[in-house]
T-cell receptor, first 112, second 113 residues
Framework: EAGVVQSPRYKIIEKKQPVAFWCNPI?????LYWYRQNLGQGPELLIR????????DSQLPKDRFSAERLKGVDSTLKIQPAELGDSAVYLC??????????FGPGTRLTVL | DQQVKQNSPSLSVQEGRISILNCDYT??????FLWYKKYPAEGPTFLIS?????DKNEDGRFTVFLNKSAKHLSLHIVPSQPGDSAVYFC????????????FGTGTRLTVIP
């Protein structure tokens, strides 16, 4: 069974530029999560989807971050414009509702 | 405010000995606890979990202990192997059923051959 797929794996951009991350969850998983992991910290939840609905986006900085989950499968997380403090690893995870989460390898973003 | 804390950023253990990783939490609403293992350039991988109705859960070389009164849990690895060298994250979820995880800052375990 294929795991959670994320792309790109690495991204380097200059501040004020836009950037987008893509996630393909494990087939059949209805819940999808986006986390941000800063250096030396644990992952922190940004947004959680149940199917195509964003049911918890309380930690998502909505002034510059946006996300969507098309048809309840793939998801895209966007930052526009990026700031220096956005440099981090962005992790996508998926699960059946209430079950253990499976993480992708993450996208390491560097903002210069 | 960090609700899940791992106060030891690193731990070194000789191969074959026991590794003990510790985790403390502050939110009494947490009722499910997990340990994740993370290798460089990979996402966290689920290792073992425990519900608040239990005080111990064992899976092969890995055992998690939960002390609810102290709001403390620990992961024991016996015997430790070089392949166990990784960063270990403690995580907790609350009773809302939302399955949102709150992570600690991680402990880097190095098992010395």
């Amino acid at each position: 069974e294929a795991g959670v797929v994320q792309s790109p794996r690495y991204k380097i951009i200059e501040k004020k530029q836009p950037v987008a991350f893509w996630c393909n969850p494990i087939s059949g998983h209805n819940t999808l999560y986006w986390y941000r992991q800063n250096l030396g910290q644990g992952p922190e939840l940004l947004i959680r989807y149940e199917n195509e609905e964003a049911v918890d986006d309380s930690q998502l900085p909505k002034d510059r971050f946006s996300a969507e989950r098309l048809k309840g499968v793939d998801s895209t997380l966007k930052i526009q414009p990026a700031e220096l403090g956005d440099s981090a690893v962005y992790l996508c995870a998926s699960s059946w509702t209430g079950q253990s989460q499976y993480f992708g390898p993450g996208t390491r973003l560097t903002v210069l | 405010d960090q609700q899940v804390k791992q106060n030891s950023p690193s731990l070194s253990v000789q191969e074959g000995r026991i590794s003990i990783l510790n985790c403390d939490y502050t939110n009494s609403m947490f009722d499910y606890f997990l340990w994740y293992k993370k290798y460089p350039a990979e996402g966290p991988t689920f290792l073992i979990s425990i519900s608040s109705i239990k005080d111990k859960n064992e899976d092969g070389r890995f055992t998690v202990f939960l002390n609810k009164s102290a709001k403390h849990l620990s992961l024991h690895i016996v015997p430790s192997q070089p392949g166990d060298s990784a960063v270990y994250f403690c995580a907790a979820s609350d009773q809302t059923g939302a399955n949102n995880l709150f992570f600690g800052t991680g402990t880097r375990l190095t098992v010395i051959p």
